[in-house]
């Protein structure tokens, strides 16, 4: 594999795993807000997190290169309002989607087809999530300053159940 490219999926796998620490951090201040409904989405989203950073892993040892794994950052984005942290989790996937793109061009640049199929399924997924950070600020602006409302809402996103990627390796 391109070194380079190598180097930014190896990369990639800690940004995950970081996203994974974000959305954490998010479900846990949902939790301190008393709103389990949006902690048990967050908590999923976390998941799933992890599991973007698993596949880049198991793809790039498919590949015969070597991962390295590097120190998970704090997540240190401050949360006073409920609307805060879906904002940061929509500015995030804005942030994942660049890096994502980033790989894919530069797989591109040196004609690795593997690796941009590979990359396809991160491209849509990439434009689910940033739907669903806009759903959630959408309807929070709609709800969010109703306390039955809310309720419901919170109710919603607590059905939320994880299931395991569609992509497998
Ligand atoms: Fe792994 Fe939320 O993108």
Redesign the pocket.
């Known amino acids: 594999m391109n070194e380079k490219v190598a180097a930014l999926l190896n990369d990639q796998i800690n940004k995950?795993f970081y996203?994974a620490y974000l959305y954490l951090d998010i479900a846990n201040f949902y939790t301190k807000k008393g709103l389990d409904g949006f902690a048990n989405w967050y908590e999923v989203q976390a998941k799933e997190?992890q599991d973007?950073a698993m596949l880049m892993y198991r793809y790039l040892q498919n590949n015969g290169e070597e991962v390295t794994l590097e120190a998970i950052a704090k997540p240190d984005k401050n949360f006073e309002t409920l609307m805060d942290p879906l904002k940061a989790g929509l500015e995030h996937?804005q942030y994942?989607t660049n890096l994502i793109n980033t790989i894919y061009g530069a797989a591109q640049e040196v004609q690795d087809f593997r690796t941009t199929q590979f990359l396809d399924w991160f491209v849509k997924?990439?434009g689910e999530?940033e739907k669903n950070s806009m759903d959630q600020i959408t309807k929070m602006k709609l709800f969010g300053d109703d306390a039955r409302s809310l309720y419901m809402l919170n109710n919603e996103l607590a059905a939320r159940v994880y299931t395991t990627p569609s992509l497998v390796l």
């Open positions: 995950e996203s997190e973007h996937e994942v997924e990439q999530e």
